[in-house]
C-alpha cells in the first residue's frame, strides 16, 4: 500500500468529471493533483495545482508529466 505524505502529487490522466471530484477529495486530505488532457476545456483543470494540454501520444508531455508525480491514476469512463 502507497502512503502518500500531505503534499504529494497525485497524477490524473483524464481531465473529466471524475478527474474533478477526485482532485476536489484529494485536496480535503492536503494532497495536490495534476492533470494531464488533450481537452483545453477540461472540468478539472478549474480545481487543480497544475495541468498539461497535449496529446495522449506526445511521449515527452507524459514524461514531463510523469516526473511531477508521485502517483498516477487515470480517469476514464
Known sequence: MIMLKPGSTIGILGGGQLGRMLAQAAA?????????????????????????????????????????CDVITYEFE
Open 28 to 68: 480535503q486530505l492536503g494532497l495536490q493533483c495534476h492533470v494531464f488532457s488533450s481537452e483545453a476545456d477540461a472540468c478539472s483543470f478549474q480545481v487543480v495545482q497544475r495541468a498539461t494540454l497535449a496529446d495522449f501520444s506526445d511521449q515527452a508531455a507524459l514524461e514531463k508529466f510523469a516526473r511531477d
